[in-house]
Nanobody, 121 residues
Framework: QVQLLESGGGLVQPGGSLTLSCAASGNILSIDFMDWYRQAPGKQRELVAGISSSSTNYADSVKGRFTISRDNAKNTVYLQMGSLKPEDTAVYYC????????????????WGQGTQVTVSS
């Protein structure tokens, strides 16, 4: 089984910065896509940013403020968040898509447990 460990959430003032990380373990050979989603109270979960081996994509609401990156050797995805706004407050989840594991024939998807980000003065 793949285990995901998210960290980096917390309370930050508007205009501040945070960096989230999501580290995966469990006989992983490769990961196609690594994504960050968020879910605010009363709202649907939405894609914030995604990264493949060759490209990145961002929600319009975070373009220019957030940067997603990955370290394939560590099976870790990061989300650098800057110029944070109160509307960025949400639980942030990482998602791994297309995970190839040693001894497993099929690609698998996994979600992290979520980390709270609160932007408030």
């Amino acid at each position: 089984q793949v285990q995901l460990l998210e960290s980096g959430g917390g309370l930050v003032q508007p205009g501040g910065s945070l960096t989230l990380s999501c580290a995966a373990s469990g006989n992983i050979l490769s990961i196609d896509f690594m994504d960050w989603y968020r879910q605010a109270p009363g709202k649907q979960r939405e894609l914030v940013a995604g990264i493949s081996s060759s490209s990145t994509n961002y929600a319009d609401s975070v373009k220019g403020r957030f940067t997603i990156s990955r370290d394939n050797a560590k099976n870790t995805v990061y989300l650098q968040m800057g110029s944070l706004k109160p509307e960025d407050t949400a639980v942030y989840y990482c998602k791994l898509e297309g995970v190839m594991r040693r001894g497993r024939p099929n690609l698998e998807n996994y979600w992290g447990q979520g980390t709270q980000v609160t932007v408030s003065s």
